[in-house]
C-alpha cells in the first residue's frame, strides 16, 4: 500500500494525534474477500459473442437486365443522365459487347470481397434462364448463403404485385417475374441486392411473401390432410437479408457525374466512389489541385496497408465497423458483421451508399432495416482523413515525395486512453473500441494497441463480454503466435481476462496450439510473478473438466513446471499452481502417475500449513483431486492415497472454513474411492452407537461407581432409568482440578502427533442455521455427535472387518468431527459425506439380512486397561489403544468395572412435551439411540420385519444426499479475481469513496470518545452509582461487552446474544449463537471495534464464531467459525473458555480449561503458538501486552504466571506468583511501558504485580465470595460482584467508591445475584448482568460526565 494512501484524515504531530494515526493503521481482522463475499463463482453470462452458424456465401447469381441502347418505357431519363455501369459507358461498344464487360466487370468487383465464391452471371435473362440459374446455385450451396444481384436499369420498375422484370426470347416484351418463385427458387439462406428504381416495393413484397410462407407451414404442421400439406413444403425465408437501392416511391438518382449504378458501385468500390464524391462536395476546394483525374491515379493496393490506397481503405473498414458497431442491436451486429464475410462487406458499403444517396434524395433500404447512420459523428474523422491523404496526392504523383501516414489511429487509440482515464463508471461503452481491434493488425501501434485493451479488459466482466462481441477473439488468438517478448505481458493479461469470463475459449486455445504459448510463459523464470500467476491461471482453465486440454499440457510437461514454483514467494502464484495442478490429475489418471513419479503430493504438503488460506485450500484441493481417481487402485496407489488422506487430516482444526469445506470433499473422494472399507466402518459405528444407548441388564443395580459430578450442561434435563439416580449437587474446584491432572492433554505435539484420539474430543456442533432439512438425513446431528463423542472401541475391535486403527477408521473420525464443525457450511458438507456412506451401509446390509434385530447388541463389554480406562459423563469419545492421551468430556472418571462402559453414558437428550415423542419403540429397552427430533429416520436402525414394507419411502428421502459429488465453489471463486479490476484504486484508498468517508466519520467518533472520556476519568470518579440503564434480558447475562466506541452493549446469555443501546434503553437485536445445547458461550470480544466491527463469542467446547451485521437493520452472519481449543471439557464449574485479543497484531489468545495457552494469527487463520501452562489447573483468565510480547494467566488453583511469547515452549514462563489462595477471577496487565499486573481471587484480595519483582508489591482486601469483578483500563477502578447481592466498586487506593445494592425505580428492589460485570473500556460506566435476567449500567455523576 502506498504511503500516501494511509495518511489518516487528521495531520499533526502532537502525541494524540499520533496517536490518532495509529488507530487509522491498525489491520482489521476478517476483513478479506473471503470473508466479506459469498464462496462461489460469478455468474456465467450468457456468452452471445460466438457465432453459432458462421457462414459463407459460396455463390452469387448476378442478373444484368441492361438491354443497353433502349430505355425502358416508364422512366424519363434526363439529358445529360448518368450512364456509366461498372464504370463503363455502354454506349461506348456494341451493346452486346457492352453488356458482357459490364457483368464481367460486376464479377471482379464482387470477387475483391469474396474472392472464393462461384459466379455466373445471367446477362438479359428469360423467366427460364433466372429459375434454371437460382435453382443450380441453390442445389450445389446445400446450406450456404446465396447472393442474387439484380441490376433492373434496363426494364420497367418493380410492381406493386411484387414483381420484377426480365425479358422474352426475343426481346420483344418484358415479361414479369413473381417474388415469390424467385423465394422458391433461392431457398434460404439468401441475400438479395435490388438496383432500380422503386426498389423498395420489392422488400415489402418479399417481406409479404415470406409472412405468407410461414402461415402456410403451419397450416400444413397442424393439419396433414390440408392441400398445402401435400405439396412440396415451401422453404422458410427467416434468413433472408435484402439491399435495396431506394425506396419504394424513390428514382435513382439521374446525375450524370454519377455512375448509373451508383448502390452497386457504393456495394462494390466503395472507396473510388466515396473519394469522387467527396471531390465533387463544395468542401474539395478546400484541397488545391485535387481533380477527378488524380484520384484514378491513387498509388497502391486495395489490400496493402502500407499504401495510401490501401490505408484509406483500412481506415474505411475501421470506421464502417465503428459506426455499426455503436449504432446496432448488439445480435444484429453480430449477424451482419461477424457472420459472413461477403455480408459483413455489403453492409459496411451500405452504410457508405446511406450516406452518398442520402445527398441526392435517396434513401437505401435494408432488410433487417438498420437505424440512420449517415450522420454519425465518425463520417467527420472519415472525410479527414481523406482530406489528409489527397492534400499529398500531387506532389507523390508530380515530385514523387515520400507518402505521410495517417494519423487516424493513433488518434482514436488516444480518444480511447482519454476515455479510459476520464470517465465515470456508468457510462456508454467506447466508439472506439472496433478501432482498437483494427489496429491490433498494424506493427507500429499493436503495442499500445494491447495496452489499452488490456486496461479497458480490467474494467469488469462487461468490459469483456464487449470486446468479444467486437470481434476481438480471432485477432488475440493469432498473436499467439508472435515470438516477441514484449507482447507476453500484455497478451498473458488480456487472456487471464478474456478465460475469467468465458472458460470455453479453452477448446479454442488448445485447438490452435496456444496452451504452448502460456507453458512457456510459466516456465520463463524471469517472467515477473504476476505474469506467471496469469499464465497459469489461464493453464488452469484449459485443463478445467476437458480433457483434450490435459492431455496436450500434460505432454507439454506441466506438471513439472508447475511443481516447480509451488514454493514462490508470490501467495496468488502458490494457490494457481497448486489448483491447477489439481485439475490437471482430476479424472486423468496418467497425469496422476506422472504426479506420483515426481513426488507431487510430498510436495503439496509444504502448502498445508501455509500462512495464506486460500493456498492451503488449493494445496488441499490438489490433493483430494490426486486421491479422487476412478481408475483402479495397485497397492502403491492405496498407499499414497493413505498417506495423503492422513496428512490432509491434520487440518482438522484448521483456522480457516474455507480450508475446513475443502477438507470434507477431499474427503468425500477418498471416501467415494474407497466406499466399501468406508461402509464396513460406517455400520460399525452405528451398531456400536446402538448398543451404547442400552443399559446391561447384569449391571443394572451397580450404581455405586459414578464419581459425583454436578449436573452439567453436557447432561441436560435428562437421567437414564439407573446411571444417574444418586449424583450429588456439587463438585468443587478442587475436584475439577484432580480431573484434570488425570488428563494428558496431547497438545504440546502440535501436528506430528496426530493420532486419532486427538480428533475425537471437540464438542462443538454445527449450528441449525443454514442447515439443511434434516429430516433427509439418516443419521441426525445428535447421532453423528454422540457417534463421535462415545463410542467404545473395545466393541469396534471386536467385528469383522476393518482393524480400527485402520486409517478409514480415522478419516471417519475425522468426517464425524466435521460434521460437528462450528462453522454450518462445513459441518453440512460432512453431514451429506457421512449420510451418503451410512444410507448405502445400511442398505447393503439389509439386502444381505446380514443384521437381523439381535445381531451385535451382545458384544463383550470393554474390560479396562491396567492404567483404568476413562470414562466420561458428557460422552467424549474413548481413545484408540494406539493412542498416548485419554479423551476430555466433562470431569473424568476412573472406571471401577466394566459394565461403566453400558452403565453411566447419557442418553441423547429428548425434547420437552409428549407431543415430540415418536411412536417408536426400542426392541431392546433403554432410550432411542437417536434425537427424538427426527423421529421418521428411526426406523433405518430397527431392522424388524415390519418395517420392510417401507423401504421406498426411505428411499426417497435419502435420495438427496446420495452420489452427490460436492464442491465447494472456491476455484470458481478464486477465478473472480482475475475477472475483476486489478488495477483500479480500492474504494477504502479512494479518498472520495463512500467506505473512506465513512471510515473517516468512524475515525473522528472514535476520537471525540476518547478525548472526552479522557477529560472525565482524569477528573477523578468519586462515586458510580447512578443508573443510566437497566432491563430484562430474554436470557441470564453471563458475559457483558460493551463497544468501545458506539452506545452499544452486548449480553450473551447461554447460547445467545442481546444487543441494546443502553443511551436509548432499546434493545437492537437478539440472536442464537449456534453453539450445540450442552455448551455456553463463556466469553466475548469485539474485533475491530475502531471500524467495521465483528463480535467473536467463545464457548467452552473450545469452538470461536465471529459475526458481524449484528445490531442493525441488517441479519447477523456468521463470519466465520473454527475449534479455537481442542480437547475442552464442557462443565459448569470450569472457567470455560476464556481469550484476549490483541487488534495491533491480530493476535488472539485461548486458553481455558485445557494445559495451553494457544495463540491464532487471525491474519493467516492458523494456530502460531501453543505455550505450556505449566499448571494443572484451568486457565480462567488472560491478559497480553503486545508491546511487551507478555502473557498473563490467572489460574484456577490461584497462582498467577506470566509468560514471553518470543521464547521456546519450555523457557517461555518467566514468572510464577502463588499468592492467591483460590481461584483467580481476573489478571490484568495494564498496557504501559512499565505496567503492572493486577490479579484478584474468589477470596477478593487484589494484588498488584511487578513483572520483574518476584512478590506482590500492592495488596488490596475487598469483599469475599466474588462472582464477577472487572478493572477500568483507564481510571483504575474496580467492581466486584458476590453472590450476597451487592456491588462494590472500588478506587485503586483499596477505597469503596460506592455501593449498590437496590436498583433504582422498582420500589427499591434488591438486585439479584451478579452473574458478570463489565466496564466500559473509555467512560466510567459499569454494566452488571445478574441471574434474575435484568442488565443495568451504572456510572459516574451527570456533573461529571
Sequence with gaps: MDAELLHSPVVGSTEDEEVDVCYWNLQLAFMKKRHTEKIEGSKA????????????????????????????????????????????????????????????????QYENWQPRARYKQSLDPTVDEVKKLCTSLRRNAKEERVLFHYNGHGVPRPTVNGEIWVFNKNYTQYIPLSIYDLQTWMGSPSIFVYDCSNAGIIVKSFKQFALQREQELEVAAINPNHPLAQMPLPPSMKNCIQLAACEASELLPM????????????????????????????????????????????????????????????????????????????????????????????????????????SYNCTPVSSPRLPPTYMHSMWQAWDLAVDICLSQLPTIIEEGTAFRHSPFFAEQLTAFQVWLTMGVENRNPPEQLPIVLQVLLSQVHRLRALDLLGRFLDLGPWAVSLALSVGIFPYVLKLLQSSARELRPLLVFIWAKILAVDSSCQADLVKDNGHKYFLSVLADPYMPAEHRTMAVFILAVIVNNYNTGQEACLQGNLIAICLEQLNDPHPLLRQWVAICLGRIWQSFDSARWCGVRDSAHEKLYSL???????????????????????????????????????????????????????????????VEQYESNFCTVALQFIEEEKNYAVASPANSTETGNVTPVKDSPAIPRLRSVNSYTNLRAATTARTLNKSLQNLNLNEEGGPAAFSPGNLSTSSSASSTLGSPDNDEYLLSFETIDKMRRVSSYSSLNSLIGVSFNS??????????????????????????????????????????????????????????????????????????????????????????????LTNEVPKAPVRDGP????????????????????????????????????????????????????????????????????????????????????????????????RQSQCVTQRGVTRLDDQIFINRNPGVPSVVKFHPFNTCIAVADKDSICFWDWEKGERLDYFYNGNPRYTRITAMEYLNGHDSSLLLTATDDGALRIWKNFADQKNPEMVTAWQGLSDMLPTTRGAGMVVDWEQETGLLMTSGDVRVIRIWDTEREMKVQDIPTGADSCVTSLSCDPQRSLVAAGFGDGSVRVYDRRMGPNECRVMTYREHGAWVVKTHLQKEPEGHIISVSVNGDVRFFDPRMPEAINILQTVKGLTALDIHPQATLFACGSMNQFIAVYNSNGDVISNIKYY??????????????????????????????????????????
Aim: glycine share 4%; hydrophobic share 40%; aromatic share 8%.
Design 1304 to 1345: 433504582d425505580g422498582f420500589m427499591g428492589q434488591r438486585i439479584g445475584a451478579i452473574s458478570c460485570l463489565a466496564f466500559h473500556p473509555y467512560w466510567p460506566h459499569l454494566a452488571v448482568g445478574s441471574n434474575d435476567y435484568y442488565m443495568s449500567i451504572y456510572s459516574a455523576e451527570k456533573r461529571l460526565r
Design 608 to 670: 498445508l500449513s501455509d500462512p495464506i488460506p486460500e493456498v492451503r485450500c488449493a494445496a488441499v484441493f490438489a490433493l483430494g483431486t490426486f486421491v479422487g481417481n476412478s481408475a483402479e487402485r495397485t497397492d502403491h496407489s492405496t498407499t499414497i492415497d493413505h498417506n495423503v488422506a492422513m496428512m490432509l487430516a491434520q487440518l482438522i482444526n484448521d483456522g480457516s472454513p474455507i480450508v475446513r469445506k475443502e477438507l470434507v470433499v477431499a474427503l468425500s473422494h477418498l
Design 807 to 900: 486409517v478409514y477408521t480415522q478419516i471417519w473420525r475425522v468426517l464425524l468431527h466435521l460434521a460437528a464443525d462450528p462453522f454450518p457450511d462445513v459441518s453440512d458438507l460432512a453431514m451429506r459425506v457421512l449420510n451418503n456412506i451410512a444410507y448405502k451401509a445400511t442398505m447393503n446390509a439389509r439386502t444381505q439380512r446380514i443384521l437381523d434385530s439381535g445381531s451385535l447388541t451382545q458384544s463383550a463389554p470393554a474390560s479396562p486397561t491396567s492404567k483404568g480406562t476413562l470414562i466420561h459423563q458428557a460422552g467424549a469419545s474413548h481413545r484408540s489403544k494406539r493412542s498416548s492421551s485419554p479423551s476430555s468430556g466433562s470431569p473424568p472418571v476412573p472406571g471401577a468395572s466394566s459394565s461403566s
Design 255 to 358: 446525375n450524370p457525374d454519377l455512375p448509373a449504378d451508383l448502390f452497386t458501385s457504393c456495394l462494390t468500390t466503395p472507396i473510388k466512389i466515396a473519394l469522387r464524391w467527396f471531390c465533387m462536395q463544395k468542401s474539395a476546394k478546400l484541397v488545391p489541385g485535387v481533380t477527378l483525374d488524380l484520384i484514378e491515379k491513387i498509388p497502391g493496393r486495395l489490400n496493402d496497408r502500407r499504401t495510401p490506397l490501401g490505408e484509406l481503405n483500412w481506415i474505411f473498414t475501421a470506421i464502417t465497423d465503428t459506426i455499426a458497431w455503436n449504432v446496432l442491436p448488439r445480435d444484429l451486429f453480430q449477424k451482419l458483421f461477424r457472420q459472413d464475410l461477403l455480408v459483413a462487406s455489403l453492409f459496411r458499403n451500405f452504410l457508405l451508399a446511406e450516406r452518398i444517396m442520402r
Design 915 to 1010: 407431543s415430540s415423542r415418536p411412536t417408536y419403540t426400542p426392541t431392546l429397552g433403554g432410550q432411542a439411540p437417536h434425537s427424538q427430533q427426527f423421529p421418521r429416520t428411526r426406523k433405518m436402525f430397527d431392522k424388524g420385519p415390519d418395517q420392510t414394507a417401507e423401504d421406498g419411502d426411505e428411499t426417497a428421502a435419502h435420495r438427496a444426499f446420495i452420489n452427490v459429488s460436492l464442491q465447494t465453489g472456491v476455484c470458481d471463486w478464486s477465478a473472480k479475481y482475475f475477472a475483476q479490476p486489478v488495477m483500479k484504486i480500492p474504494e477504502e484508498h479512494d479518498s472520495e469513496s463512500q467506505v473512506r468517508k465513512e471510515r473517516e466519520w468512524r475515525f473522528l467518533r472514535n476520537t471525540r470518545v476518547r
Design 45 to 108: 453470462l450468457a456468452q452471445s459473442w460466438r457465432m453459432k452458424d458462421r457462414m459463407k456465401t459460396v455463390s452469387v447469381a448476378l442478373v444484368l437486365c441492361l438491354n443497353v441502347g433502349v430505355d425502358p418505357p416508364d422512366v424519363v431519363k434526363t439529358s445529360p443522365c448518368a450512364r456509366l455501369e461498372c464504370w463503363l459507358d455502354p454506349l461506348s461498344m456494341s451493346p452486346q459487347k457492352a453488356l458482357e464487360t459490364i457483368g464481367a466487370n460486376l464479377q471482379k
